[in-house]
C-alpha cells in the first residue's frame, strides 16, 4: 500500500513540475492579429439619398483622396473597380456584398502597394441607416498590418495600419456628409 501513496506522489510532483514549467515557458509569437476599424457619422440628409452617393460602387469621388475611380461589373458581387488618389497611388477593389433593400455594401482590397496603404487583407463593409429624417453611416473595416511577419518597422505596424484605415474613414465619412447636405 506505501508502495501506491509513494507512486502517486511522484506522479503528482511531476504534474506539479511540468505545470510550472509550462507556466513559466516563454510565449511564442505567431505573427499579426487581425485588427477593426469601426467610424459612424449622421447626415442631415435622408437615408436613400446617402444611399444613392455610397450605393454606386463604380463612384468613390466623395472620399477626398481619390481623385479617379474605373471599374465594371457595376454594384454585382465580383464587380471591380480601381480608385487612383491624387498622390498616385493605385487601390484595386471588388465589391463581395451588395444589399440594396438593407442599404449595405461590402467589399475587400484586391490589390494595394503597402505603400499606399499599410494593410493586408483588408475587408470592409458601408451601411446606410434611416435615423428619422437623417441618415447613420457606419463604416466599419477589418485587416491585417502591413507588414505580416514579427517585429514589424513603424510604418507597417498594427498601430499605423488602425491611423491609416481610420484617416480614410474620418476622412471619408466627412467628404460623404458634405457631399449628401450639399456643402
Not at 13 to 28: E, H, I, K, Q, Y
Not at 87 to 96: K, L, M, Q
Request: proline share 5%.
Amino acid at each position: 500500500m506505501s508502495f501506491v501513496i509513494a507512486r502517486r506522489a511522484v506522479v503528482v510532483a511531476a504534474l506539479s513540475l511540468v505545470s510550472a514549467g509550462l507556466a513559466t515557458a516563454p510565449a511564442f509569437a505567431h505573427g499579426p492579429s487581425r485588427q477593426k476599424v469601426v467610424e459612424k457619422i449622421e447626415i442631415n440628409a435622408p437615408a436613400d439619398k446617402v444611399w444613392a452617393i455610397v450605393g454606386n460602387f463604380q463612384d468613390m469621388s466623395w472620399l477626398p483622396p481619390v481623385a479617379k475611380t474605373e471599374g465594371t461589373g457595376g454594384n454585382d458581387v465580383g464587380a471591380k473597380r480601381k480608385l487612383t488618389l491624387k498622390d498616385g497611388g493605385v487601390i484595386e477593389e471588388s465589391v463581395t456584398k451588395y444589399d440594396a433593400a438593407g442599404k449595405s455594401i461590402a467589399y475587400k482590397i484586391d490589390n494595394v502597394d503597402v505603400k499606399v496603404l499599410p494593410v493586408n487583407n483588408y475587408s470592409s463593409t458601408i451601411t446606410v441607416k434611416d435615423a428619422g429624417g437623417k441618415t447613420e453611416v457606419e463604416w466599419k473595416g477589418a485587416f491585417y498590418r502591413g507588414f505580416m511577419n514579427n517585429d514589424p518597422p513603424p510604418e507597417l505596424s498594427d498601430e499605423a495600419a488602425i491611423k491609416a484605415v481610420t484617416g480614410v474613414y474620418t476622412a471619408g465619412l466627412a467628404g460623404l456628409k458634405a457631399k449628401a447636405e450639399g456643402k
